[in-house]
């Protein structure tokens, strides 16, 4: 039987579930009203000001949103990005951590070396610009695709992954006449999947989220990501005007309502959500054990 708890470790748990509610409602609720004010009507938003339960159902922002095929291009454009983004990051990211995992590598430590120091100096904004139009990259997507073509962070991670595999696979693998490329496509990638899925998700999400590299390099509003073309929106809506966007403006004949830049966060949020749960249960199996090992 088991002995009934002291008074203390009760209230010890009673505080720690208190303090974790909370802190679940803090980071919640601002979904919540979003979400909210998406389906809400402009006069019950200024009325009301903060709503969890719009009392009027209203559709009239989606309705607004997906009227034009603004908003659709754009989501194209960020899912192509995210897509090909990602599997030249990964591409890339294995493909340079698996022949740093191999100690009998020439110049393995200068090349570790210069990886690190990327992590902490980099060039600044002006000189990668710079290069990115020197090399013909305004205004392509390859401005966005190639400069953060490999994360270091991701690179350490990753190769201290391939490390803790047995040297006994590739050692089996040569002596059955594998080459060096069939070992990493054929034993160690696929025992690889767990992390490859975390940093896919890593990589995903930044491409999703590309804003700052879109505003430097493009210049196209119809190539604009759907992070660019929700900042027209808001300050569309907030009256400043649309600049140099003459193309949306075409699209949007009126400046959208307060409901109408809620529809979008969550039109824009709703897809990295939806993918986010199938591959979370990889992170600490991914990430972990590749942290162990230096």
């Known amino acids: 039987m088991v002995k009934d708890r002291s008074f203390g470790s009760r209230l010890f748990d009673c505080i720690n579930v208190g303090l974790l509610t909370i802190f679940a409602l803090v980071t919640f609720i601002p979904f919540i009203y979003i979400i909210a004010g998406s389906f809400a009507t402009q006069k019950e938003l200024l009325q009301r000001g903060f709503i969890l339960f719009p009392t009027e159902f209203s559709l009239s922002a ?12 754009s989501m194209g454009v960020t899912i192509f990005i995210t ?3 990602t599997l030249i990051n990964i591409m890339m990211t294995c493909l340079m951590a698996y022949p740093l995992a191999r100690k009998d590598l020439d110049y393995r430590k200068p090349i570790q070396l210069a990886v690190i120091f990327t992590m ?4 600044g904004m002006i000189p990668t610009f710079l290069v990115v139009k020197q090399l013909g990259m305004i205004d392509t997507y ?3 695709l190639i400069p953060g073509a490999i994360s270091a962070f ?4 990753m190769r201290n992954f391939f490390q803790q595999m047995p040297d006994g696979l590739e050692e089996s693998a040569k002596i059955d006449g594998c080459s060096d490329p069939g070992i990493l496509f054929r034993i160690v990638i696929p025992l690889s999947l767990p992390a490859i899925a975390t940093f896919s998700l890593f990589y995903a999400v930044g491409h999703w989220n590309t804003f700052f590299s879109a505003v430097l390099y493009i210049n196209d509003s119809t190539m604009w990501p759907i992070q660019v073309l929700l900042r027209q929106i808001v300050i569309m809506s907030d009256g400043g005007g649309l600049g140099d966007s003459t193309s949306l403006a075409a699209d949007f004949v ?3 309502e307060q409901s109408v ?3 979008v966060i969550v039109i824009s949020t709703l897809p990295i959500l939806a993918v986010y749960p199938f591959l979370q249960k990889h992170f600490a199996k991914g990430v972990l054990l590749g942290s162990v090992k230096g």
């Open 62 to 73: 989606y309705e607004y949103i997906f009227s034009t095929g603004t908003l659709m291009r």
């Open 83 to 85: 897509i090909a983004g």
């Open 120 to 123: 902490l100096f980099g060039g």
């Open 142 to 144: 390859w401005s966005l």
């Open 154 to 157: 991701n690179l350490i991670i």
């Open 254 to 256: 009126q400046p959208p």
């Open 261 to 263: 830049k809620m529809a």
